[in-house]
T-cell receptor
Framework: KAGVTQTPRYLIKTRGQQVTLSCSPISGHRSVSWYQQTPGQGLQFLFEYFSETQRNKGNFPGRFSGRQFSNSRSEMNVSTLELGDSALYLC??????????????FGEGSRLTVL | GQQLNQSPQSMFIQEGEDVSMNCTSSSIFNTWLWYKQDPGEGPVLLIALYKAGELTSNGRLTAQFGITRKDSFLNISASIPSDVGIYFCSTYSIQGAQKLVFGQGTRLTINP
């Protein structure tokens, strides 16, 4: 069974640009969550999607957005990039959205560097 | 907001030694989760705890859900080189949503 797949794995952007990251969850999983990981702030929740609907959102500015498609694949977008957006962006999928089962499966992440 | 205080921040040990780390909070939780992150990888769930006082093992790993529901402990016995990585405690911030909050992590380094 394939795991959570994130693309691209690495990317470099400059300030002011925008970026789109993609996540394919484990087959059959319908819940996708996104997290930002930085050395200073650790792992921070961005948002969660289930059945193409955003269920919850973390404390990030509106420059951070996401969506989920009918096949459960998800994308997140960051517009007007800032240096502080440099981070590892992690996607996690779960079969049981809305239930605190602990069974979040993470991808390897997309490492974004903003110059 | 909810804050998980994880300690120690880093550990440098010899292979074969036992490891202990903990996570505390001023809030009460119904779930404690322990993840491990290897370099260049995403976090992987090691142990999930759902009941106060619960003690659960996964091989050489043992985790406990504190009686007060405000803390949790993770122990690793007889450490080996592949135990190197960052260990995170976590719990759910909002009931009914898959929103995890994480501790700052314990970075484990093992000298062979």
């Amino acid at each position: 069974k394939a795991g959570v797949t994130q693309t691209p794995r690495y990317l470099i952007k400059t300030r002011g640009q925008q970026v789109t990251l993609s996540c394919s969850p484990i087959s059959g999983h319908r819940s996708v969550s996104w997290y930002q990981q930085t050395p200073g702030q650790g792992l921070q929740f961005l948002f969660e999607y289930f059945s193409e609907t955003q269920r919850n959102k973390g404390n990030f500015p509106g420059r951070f957005s996401g969506r989920q498609f009918s096949n459960s694949r998800s994308e997140m977008n960051v517009s007007t990039l800032e240096l502080g957006d440099s981070a590892l962006y992690l996607c996690a999928s779960s079969a049981l959205a809305g239930k605190n089962t602990g069974e979040l499966f993470f991808g390897e992440g997309s490492r974004l560097t903003v110059l | 907001g909810q804050q998980l205080n994880q300690s120690p921040q880093s550990m440098f040990i010899q292979e074969g030694e036992d490891v202990s780390m903990n996570c505390t909070s001023s809030s009460i939780f119904n779930t404690w989760l322990w993840y491990k992150q290897d370099p260049g990888e995403g976090p992987v769930l090691l142990i999930a705890l759902y009941k106060a006082g619960e003690l659960t093992s996964n091989g050489r790993l043992t985790a406990q859900f504190g009686i007060t529901r405000k803390d949790s402990f993770l122990n690793i016995s007889a450490s080996i080189p592949s135990d190197v990585g960052i260990y995170f405690c976590s719990t759910y911030s909002i009931q009914g949503a898959q929103k995890l909050v994480f501790g700052q992590g314990t970075r484990l380094t093992i000298n062979p």
